[in-house]
């Protein structure tokens, strides 16, 4: 599919400083409500793009297990993202993509941005970044091309594979959760799916664990053989 994208308008100084001055509290306070216990670098993010209009970018990612991986590379490549004034944003949840747009994006704050989804997620992701003005027609390629990558099938599925499911067991074992790993593989709804399955299901089942393991792997991962997706929203927001 042909990607198209709409024209670029330069904002004069007045139009700027009015369409900041619609960013107001109960448009942050309504993401700020979507995301949940992850509104932390939401705040922080905000409170940048108001202070500084254009001295910030912003990774939209659906949740915190995404932002602990993205910090740990960055981290682990030598980055400081809040020095370089990026923020690693969770919304709790693809589905509040748009309104994080409406607060980030060309008709809000007007800050670089860049994200990152799971594959089921996708469309989502598209439609919310055309209804904000981001382009139409998208296609996985005009995503990228606009910062936003695609998680094949998300991202402890890209995490795995990178890593093995050798190399995975090993960090569970380290963890000291070999032996609820093992125990959970042997329950009846796990028997027939491949272990690859099996790991991706044992991260989402307690409260903290899909964080905890998201920085884990992460912080396992070879830095010259990182998952496309992963590597490629962090290059995008390079500053």
Do not use: W
């Not at 670098?41 to 659906?62: I, Q, Y």
């Amino acid at each position: 599919m042909q990607t198209s994208y709409l024209p670029y308008n330069p904002e004069t100084a007045d139009e700027a400083a009015a369409r900041l001055r619609d960013v107001d509290e109960e448009s942050l306070a309504a993401v700020t409500e979507a995301a949940g216990g992850s509104s932390v670098a939401l705040a922080a993010a905000a409170a940048r793009a108001r202070e500084a209009p254009g001295s910030c970018a912003v990774v939209l990612v659906e949740g915190m297990s995404d932002q602990a991986a993205l910090e740990t590379l960055a981290a682990r490549r030598g980055r400081n993202l809040r020095d370089e004034g990026v923020f690693i944003v969770p919304m709790g949840g693809a589905t509040n993509i748009g309104h994080f747009l409406g607060l980030f994006g060309p008709r809000g704050f007007g800050v670089q941005l860049a994200g990152l989804c799971d594959e089921g997620e996708e469309r989502d992701f598209r439609r919310s970044l055309e209804q904000a003005g981001l382009g139409s027609g998208l296609d996985r390629v005009g995503l990228a091309r606009l910062g936003f990558f695609v998680c094949v099938a998300d991202l402890e599925d890209e995490l795995i594979r990178s890593l093995g499911v050798r190399r995975v067991e090993q960090l569970i074992e380290a963890q000291g959760e070999l032996g609820p790993f093992r125990t959970f593989t042997r329950q009846p709804a796990q028997r027939n799916r491949t272990r690859e399955q099996q790991l991706r299901r044992f991260m989402g089942t307690r409260s903290g664990r899909k964080i905890h393991y998201g920085h884990v792997l992460a912080a396992a991962l070879e830095l010259t053989r990182l998952p496309g997706p992963l590597d490629g929203v962090l290059s995008r927001v390079t500053r």
